[in-house]
C-alpha cells in the first residue's frame, strides 16, 4: 500500500516518512489510534516505504519489486499478526499463518475493516472471540530469526495487540532485543489493553482521527457521492472511515426518523400514554427489520444526534439542519444533560450487543425500557 492511498492523514505520514529518512524511526513502534482512523492501512504503507528500492520524498515509487510483492501483501519479509480464531474446533493450532488468504483477501478489498467484522468474517457469523495466541507468537519468534530474502528489512505487523493479552510476553524479548534489521509496527486501538510491558518497548505515535474535509474530498473523489451525501456521512462518522464505508452501504434516510420515533416513543412510555405500547412494538419492529448492518448505522447516526443535541443545549455550533434540527430544539427541553449522557451510553452498547450478533428485538425493547425509566426521572445505573 503506497501512502497515497489512505484516507486524509497528511500531517501524519509526512512525520513517518521524515522518521525514515532521518533514520529516527524506532525498531518498535506503535500506532495508536481509534477504529476506523487507518492503523492497519499506515502500517502497510509504512513497511512498504521502507522497503521501497526507489523512495521518493512523499511516498514509496509503487513499481519496484519490493513494492509489487507489497501491493499484493505477498512479500516473503512482510508477516502479519492478527485476531484470529480456530478454523476447526478440534484444530490443535491456532496461528495467524492459518488464515493468510483470507487476510489477504479481505484486507487487500478494505484495509479499514474493523475487528469484530473480521473475526465474524472468519467465524461466518458465529460469535466467537478472537485472540491472538502463543503458537502465533513462537511461529514469529521462529520467523524473524531467519535472514531476510529480499528486503534490508524484516517487517512484523501486528494488527491490533491488544489481543496478545498475556502472551505477548512470550515476545517480548523479541520486542526489547529485535534480530538485526527487524522492525515492529504494532496496530493498537485500546492502549489500556496492552500489558505495560510491551507499551514500555515501544515508541507510540498516536493517529488522530480522520480530518473532516479529508474524509470529504476522499468520498467524493472515489465513490463519486454528491458533496451533500459526503457531507452527511463525515458528521456521523466522527472520524472514522470504517464508519463511513458502512454508512456508503446503507440508504441512510431513514435514521434521522428512526431516531425521533426512538425518542417519542420512548418519552410516551415515560409518561404512560395510552399509545405507548403500540409504538413501541411499531419502533421494535421496524429496527429488527432493517438487518444488522443498518442496526448499527442507525445506532451511530443516534449517538451523533444525542452528541449534537447536547452541544446544543449548550449552546454549541451544531451539524444538525433541516427537520433533524427542529426536533432536537423541542427535545433538548425536555431531557437533561445527564440524561442524555445515560441515553447515549445506551445506544453504544446497544451498538455493542447488535456488533456481536445479539438478537435486536430483545436489545431493541430493553433499550427503549431503559431510556422511558431515564426521561421518567427514575435513577438508571449504565455501565460505560
Ligand atoms: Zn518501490
Avoid at 10 to 18: F, G, R, V, W
Avoid at 151 to 175: D, F, H, M, R, V
Avoid at 329 to 357: G, S, V, W
Amino acid at each position: 500500500m503506497q501512502f497515497s492511498h489512505i484516507v486524509g492523514q497528511e500531517h501524519l505520514k509526512q512525520k513517518l516518512i521524515q522518521n525514515v529518512r532521518d533514520n529516527r524511526l524506532a525498531h518498535a513502534t506503535m500506532l495508536l489510534g481509534a477504529e476506523g482512523t487507518g492503523g492497519l492501512a499506515i502500517a502497510m504503507a509504512l513497511a512498504q516505504y521502507l522497503m521501497c528500492e526507489n523512495k521518493g520524498e512523499t511516498d514509496s515509487c509503487g513499481t519496484c519489486s519490493q513494492c509489487v510483492k507489497n501491493e499484493k501483501m505477498i512479500h516473503p519479509d512482510l508477516h502479519f499478526m492478527y485476531p484470529n480464531i480456530k478454523r476447526e474446533p478440534n484444530d490443535k493450532i491456532q496461528a495467524s499463518t492459518t488464515w493468510i488468504k483470507e487476510w489477504r483477501d479481505t484486507i487487500l478489498s478494505n484495509p479499514y475493516i474493523n475487528v469484530i467484522d473480521w473475526i465474524n468474517f472468519l467465524g461466518k457469523g458465529d460469535n466467537k472471540q478472537g485472540n491472538i495466541t502463543k503458537g502465533d507468537c513462537h511461529e514469529t519468534i521462529k520467523k524473524l530469526s531467519l535472514k531476510t530474502y529480499e528486503s534490508p528489512y524484516k517487517i512484523q505487523i501486528i494488527w491490533l495487540a491488544e489481543y496478545l493479552g498475556l502472551e505477548g510476553n512470550t515476545l517480548l524479548k523479541l520486542i526489547e532485543e529485535p534480530p538485526k534489521d527487524c522492525i515492529f509496527i504494532l496496530v493498537v486501538e485500546n492502549i489500556e489493553q496492552v500489558i505495560n510491558t510491551i507499551i514500555s518497548r515501544t515508541q507510540i505515535i498516536k493517529i488522530p482521527p480522520i480530518d473532516d474535509q479529508e474524509m470529504k474530498a476522499h468520498l467524493i473523489q472515489k465513490y463519486e457521492i454528491s458533496e451533500d451525501n459526503a457531507k452527511k456521512i463525515i458528521r456521523i462518522a466522527d472520524g472514522s472511515f470504517s464508519t463511513a464505508l458502512k454508512l456508503l452501504d446503507g440508504d441512510e434516510n431513514t435514521n434521522d426518523e428512526l431516531t425521533m420515533m426512538f425518542l417519542k416513543c420512548s418519552f410516551k412510555k415515560a409518561y404512560k400514554q395510552p399509545d405507548a405500547a403500540k409504538l413501541m412494538d411499531s419502533m421494535i419492529a421496524t429496527f429488527a427489520t432493517l438487518g444488522r448492518e443498518k442496526q448499527k448505522n442507525f445506532c451511530k447516526y443516534a449517538l451523533f444526534y444525542l452528541r449534537e443535541c447536547l452541544l446544543l443545549q449548550q449552546g454549541g455550533r451544531t451539524k444538525l439542519e433541516g427537520a433533524e434540527l427542529d426536533y432536537a430544539k423541542k427535545t433538548i427541553a425536555y431531557i437533561q444533560p445527564d440524561q442524555f449522557e445515560k441515553i447515549h451510553l445506551l445506544i453504544n452498547r446497544l451498538h455493542y450487543h447488535i456488533e456481536r450478533n445479539a438478537a435486536p428485538k430483545s436489545q431493541m425493547m430493553s433499550t427503549l425500557l431503559q431510556t422511558s425509566r431515564i426521561l421518567a426521572g427514575e435513577y438508571v445505573l449504565v455501565d460505560s
